[in-house]
């Protein structure tokens, strides 16, 4: 998260499966969260980036192949 002239930015990269939006790891003051795309609310805090990637990847289908990421 970084602060420009008082305002807050954040970090988010979107995970992209074969069958395309899959979830999503949100950076903030706390950490990173992960959320699902049909998820109401984020799924936990992850104390790296790898990590939340990993969780991310581990709450997909069985057999999906590791998701693209892009950072948004």
Request: aromatic letters at 8%.
């Amino acid at each position: 998260m970084s602060t420009t002239e008082g305002t807050v930015t954040e970090q988010r990269w979107i995970a992209f499966g074969a069958s395309g939006a899959a979830g999503s790891i949100l950076h903030t003051n706390i950490g990173y969260t992960v959320r699902m795309l049909n998820d109401e609310t984020a799924r936990g805090i992850y104390p790296t980036l790898e990590v939340a990637k990993s969780a991310l990847h581990a709450s997909m289908p069985p057999g999906s192949e590791w998701p693209e990421f892009r950072e948004h």
